[in-house]
Structure formats: C-alpha cells, structure tokens
C-alpha cells in the first residue's frame, strides 16, 4: 500500500513557476511508476507527466512539453513537478498518483490505484 500526499500548489501570476511535491508512505513507493494528473473544472482529468520508477523514462502531455519537469527521488520517496512558464489554462487540481496496472494506457486514471489528496493551482492572468 501506498499514501500520497501533495503540497507546493497556490497562486500565482502567468509566466511564474511552482514546484509541487508529492510525498509517499510504504515500502514499494519506488517500484511504482508515478504520474502527475490534474483536473480543471468541468473538465475530466488528464495526465500531465508521468515516470517510471527507475527515473529513466519520462512521459508529458504536450500542453506542458518544455515547461514542466517531473523527477523524484526514490531515497526520500517524493516525486516533484517543476512548472515553469505557467499560463492560467494550466489552472486545475494536480494529482499524483501511482501506477499499478501498467496494462492500462499510462494516462487512464483507472491505471492507478493510489492517489493523493490533490493540491489547488491557480493562474492569474
């Protein structure tokens, strides 16, 4: 079993960053692929970044491709999300979650069985 939790989110101006961290509980955090998930208002939720337990392959969705960044570090069991050049279109709930069916499509939420609490981003224009 694996608990998230996220924090670093807030508010901020477009063309800010904000570096969200997601921290874990449980034995087997770095054997699990991490990705990062956000969900705008009305909207349904969508991968952001995603990768794999070993920190070797990455994954972003191309609305965020060369501004944000995910990484983690297995010793501390945090996976974090740099978000640079932030536009108020990247205003959502960012989620972390850790992939348990690898048979899934990587950005189908049903794929991950563990997910934080998520944590609010707002841009302002």
């Known amino acids: 079993q694996v608990q998230l939790v996220e924090s670093g989110g807030g508010l901020v101006q477009a063309g800010d960053s904000l570096r969200l961290s997601c921290a874990a509980s449980?034995?087997?955090?770095?054997?699990?692929?991490i990705s990062w998930f956000r969900q705008a208002p009305g909207k349904e939720r969508e991968i952001v970044a995603a990768l794999g337990w070993s920190g070797a392959n990455t994954y972003y969705a191309d609305s965020v491709k060369g501004r944000f960044t995910i990484s983690r570090d297995n010793a501390k069991s945090t996976v974090f999300l740099q978000m640079n050049s932030l536009k108020p279109e990247d205003t959502a709930v960012y989620y972390c979650?850790?992939?348990?069916?690898?048979?899934?499509?990587?950005?189908?939420?049903?794929?991950?069985?563990?997910w934080g609490q998520g944590t609010q981003v707002t841009v302002s224009s």
């Open positions: 449980g034995r087997t955090f770095s054997t699990y692929a």
């Open positions: 979650a850790a992939r348990t069916q690898t048979y899934r499509w990587l950005g189908d939420p049903s794929g991950y069985a563990y």
